[in-house]
């Protein structure tokens, strides 16, 4: 069964960066390509937004234009984590953020990161 667990959210004032990390298990982690994804405040009936992606090697990543040369996506397939690292982080990054694998519908329960002053 598919778990993938995040952590690491919090308050940050802008211009501040977060790592946040997602803890996988239940499947070939390996083998699936990894994303974030992020769902904003007052969206709850509204689809996740792509933020960012990286390939089942981890040689390739893809960015939402809004977060790219601020975010970073790695992976640690020793430790089956997906990290994120976000940087220059603006008030407009608020969002509860979710890691999804390839091949699976399964969300975890998500990292909420709030930007304010």
């Known amino acids: 069964q598919v778990q993938l667990v995040e952590s690491g959210g919090g308050l940050v004032q802008p211009g501040g960066s977060l790592n946040i990390s997602c803890a996988a298990s239940?499947?070939?982690?390996?083998?699936?390509?990894m994303s974030w994804h992020r769902r904003f405040p007052g969206n709850q009936h509204e689809e996740r937004e792509f933020v960012a992606r990286i390939s089942s090697s981890g040689l390739n990543t893809y960015y939402h234009r809004s977060v790219r040369g601020r975010f970073t996506i790695s992976r640690d397939v020793a430790k089956q984590t997906v990290l994120l690292q976000m940087t220059n982080l603006v008030p407009e990054d608020t969002a509860v953020y979710y890691c999804?694998?390839?091949?699976?519908?399964?969300w975890g329960q998500g990292t909420q990161v709030t930007v304010s002053p």
């Open positions: 999804k694998a390839s091949g699976s519908d399964h």
């Open positions: 239940g499947f070939i982690f390996s083998e699936a390509a």
